[in-house]
């Protein structure tokens, strides 16, 4: 299904740039022009990014979780700012 007709980027080529890393709208731009149009695909993309990678999310949430119950194992700058 198309997302943005305006560059015709699909939902597929969004959901490939999010695997590959993109996690910003601006990432998205970047790489495949979608949303510099019209703009009125730019709501669906960010529903997409907020879906995201789904394994990324839990990671990140699994990370943050130790940070905050272990900040002494982070170390460096990332201790620093949790103490």
């Known amino acids: 299904m198309y997302i943005c007709i305006c560059k015709a980027v699909t939902e597929r080529q969004i959901r490939e740039a999010i695997d590959s890393g993109a996690c910003t709208r601006k990432d998205i731009s970047a790489c495949l022009k ?5 703009g009125k695909c730019n709501p669906e ?39």
């Not at 979608?34 to 019209?38: I, L, S, V």
Request: glycine share 12%; charged share 25%.
């Open 45 to 83: 993309i960010n529903s997409l990014l907020r879906r995201g990678r789904p394994e990324a999310r839990d990671s990140l949430l699994a990370r943050a979780a130790e940070a905050a119950a272990y900040p002494w194992r982070m170390g460096g700058a990332v201790q620093e700012a949790l103490l």
């Open 34 to 38: 979608a949303g510099t149009g019209c």
